[in-house]
């Protein structure tokens, strides 16, 4: 099945550091992704969708200076969470779809948790 | 009202119990149906997926879809320890703004115990 890769798994800093998340779909080309946080016992919310070579669709209410994506390449997109504060610290997920004529599912990547202290 | 309805639970069953998940939704607009199985701390997994109405089996998993209703199933037969996680139910359209995203349902908390 296809494969979506995310790094780190973990993240650990302090109030005020940017945290640069990687999501990587290894067996396929991926031209849009998306970006999910998700809080305790909570489903997942849409932060943005990540087009390659072109600018990010953010939801309402997220801000796009604060979470800044970038997806250079078909198999690559990164969030970058910039002066990163607690309440900045939740789980965060990354999905990606084939490209192809029919509807493909997504699939997700293994997340990162962010702890920002 | 939400666009995706699912009950969070928690539901627990013993092993080898038939389990029953299901979703609502309030939009005709969505085509494709997906259900994803997540376990603690880690990210979704696609187990089934199917377009429009019907039934999809693999394994112990069945996928039911009736639009008519507005109303999909996850069946999980001979259910195992290892089921237990968080399953949720995912939807996408083909037009406007279900277009190209999915809504999730809340997630069902499931414990299968031995």
């Known amino acids: 099945g296809a494969v979506v890769s995310q790094h780190p798994s973990r993240v650990i800093c302090k109030s005020g550091t940017s945290v640069k998340i990687e999501c990587r779909s290894l067996?396929?080309?991926?031209?849009?992704m998306f970006w999910y946080r998700q809080f305790p016992k909570k489903s997942l919310m849409l932060m943005a969708t990540?087009?390659?070579?072109?600018?990010?669709?953010?939801e309402q209410g997220v801000e796009k200076d604060k979470f800044l994506i970038n997806h250079a390449s078909l198999t690559l997109s990164t969030l970058t969470v910039t002066s990163a504060h607690p309440e900045d610290s939740s789980f965060y997920i990354c999905s990606a779809g084939r490209q192809g004529g029919n509807n493909q599912p997504q699939h997700f990547g293994d997340g990162t948790r962010l702890s920002i202290l | 009202q939400k666009e995706v309805e699912q009950d969070p639970g928690p539901l627990s069953v013993p092993e080898g119990a038939i389990v029953s998940l299901n979703c609502t939704y309030s939009?005709?607009?969505?085509?494709?149906f997906m259900w994803y199985r997540q376990y603690s701390r880690k990210g979704p997994e696609l187990l089934m997926y199917?377009?429009?109405?019907g039934n999809k089996e693999d394994g112990r998993f069945t996928a039911q879809v009736d639009k008519s209703s507005k109303y999909i199933s996850l069946f999980i037969r001979d259910s195992q320890p290892s089921d237990s996680a968080t399953y949720l139910c995912?939807?996408?359209?083909?037009?406007?703004?279900?277009?190209?995203?999915?809504?999730f349902g809340r997630g069902t908390q499931l414990t299968v115990w031995p």
């Open positions: 067996d396929f080309q991926a031209t849009t």
């Open positions: 199917t377009y429009s109405s």
């Open positions: 995912a939807m996408e359209g083909n037009r406007g703004s279900t277009l190209g995203r999915l809504y």
């Open positions: 990540s087009n390659e070579g072109s600018k990010a669709t953010y």
């Open positions: 939009n005709s607009a969505f085509q494709y």
